[in-house]
């Protein structure tokens, strides 16, 4: 729809008058501008709401890039900035995402995500804040930036394991539970599944895994759940290991490891998950294999925070996987990104924000009664 408006210009008729003449102005359209605040704010909400691209909308719209970037600005700064976004948060979520990926002239760059965990909330998954890098001090300089009042009321902080995180929280929220999250805890396992199958597929023969490679025809079973597994697979696993595995069996100890190490988190409580650590610990050290020494040191220095999880009730980082996934999907559609702050408010409109759009009432239910 094209809106056609007339402004009307007035003209004094004092020969003498300073003004002489003025323009009629109206609140619905700024002065010069080709688009009205409605036509602005409806941009934003394609933006931001339905993470359209902002190059389509502004062609659906007729106008430049910049216009429709400007009116997703205008509107949608206020909604991010607004700081009742932030209120009732009582734990959070933290998760790093690569925000550039590497050129000739830079490495990849990271963001760190801040995610709401609060257990009572219903709802979509809801981002809180992007930082601009994964570093401590960021995270440190953001809680600072927060008041008092709203780092007290943060009980619980579930992290991925990369270590920076934790000192961070330690200076910044020393009363937070902090929780290795057992999604990434298990994540590790099997990455040290996955790094021993590579030593030893290198050592045998002497290159990276081929199609007909006994270790790299399971490299996806090895991967999976001991549950999980059919009749079928399961013997395609045991001869795989048969025909690849060293005579002392490395893999097959880091794959035990690897499977007990996601056990521990189905224990019924924090006691039988002590003692399952420990004794997880002791079979990594008996079994001697580097990758697992590393991994079994890792977890050994941030036990506090692997049993954590049990005093927390189970809390969850699903929320913060979940917002990863949102947040790719944005960078997708937007052909990657080159701007942090617009990098920034776009995820926060699609992931941060509740836009409480009224929907259309469907003209027909799912299932119509009065078919024509
Ligand atoms: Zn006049």
Request: charged content about 25%; aromatic content about 6%; some cysteine.
């Amino acid at each position: 729809m094209t809106l056609v408006r007339v402004k009307r210009v007035w003209r004094c008729p004092h020969a003498l008058c300073p003004k002489s003449t003025w323009t009629e102005t109206s609140e619905v359209i700024a002065p010069r501008a080709c688009l009205t605040q409605r036509a602005r704010a409806e941009i934003c909400r394609r933006v931001g709401e339905d993470g359209a691209s902002v190059a389509a909308t502004a062609r659906d719209f007729g106008v430049g890039w910049a216009t429709a970037m400007a009116g997703v600005r205008q509107h949608g700064a206020p909604r991010v900035d607004d700081p009742a976004r932030l209120e009732g948060v009582d734990a959070v979520g933290l998760d790093e995402t690569a925000f550039q990926a590497a050129s000739a002239t830079r490495s990849t760059s990271f963001v760190t995500g801040i995610v709401d965990l609060t257990r009572h909330r219903v709802g979509p998954a809801r981002l809180l804040d992007v930082i601009d890098d994964r570093s401590a001090s960021a995270l440190v300089s953001w809680v600072d930036q927060r008041d008092p009042a709203w780092r007290a009321a943060i009980t619980t902080a579930a992290l991925d394991p990369y270590r920076g995180y934790a000192s961070a929280l330690r200076a910044a929220l020393p009363h937070a539970v902090r929780v290795l999250d057992a999604f990434h805890v298990t994540r590790l396992g099997f990455a040290a599944v996955d790094d021993v199958r590579r030593r030893i597929q290198r050592e045998q023969t002497g290159h990276r895994g081929r199609r007909d490679d006994p270790l790299y025809r399971i490299r996806r079973l090895l991967r999976r759940a001991h549950t999980h597994h059919s009749q079928r697979s399961w013997q395609r696993l045991l001869a795989g290991l048969d025909a690849g595995d060293t005579t002392d069996e490395q893999l097959a100890h880091t794959w035990i490891a690897a499977q007990d190490l996601r056990l521990i988190f189905s224990c019924p409580d924090r006691a039988r998950a002590a003692q399952a650590l420990y004794r997880w610990l002791a079979y990594c050290a008996d079994a001697d294999i580097p990758e697992l020494t590393r991994l079994a040191r890792t977890l050994d220095s941030g036990r506090a925070e692997l049993l954590a999880y049990f005093d927390t009730g189970g809390i969850s980082n699903g929320p913060t996987e979940a917002v990863n996934l949102l947040i790719k999907k944005i960078k997708r559609v937007r052909h990657g990104f080159r701007n942090f702050d617009n990098y920034r408010l776009r995820l926060l409109l699609y992931c941060g924000v509740d836009w409480n759009t009224v929907r259309a009432t469907p003209i027909r239910g799912r299932l119509p009664r009065l078919a024509a």
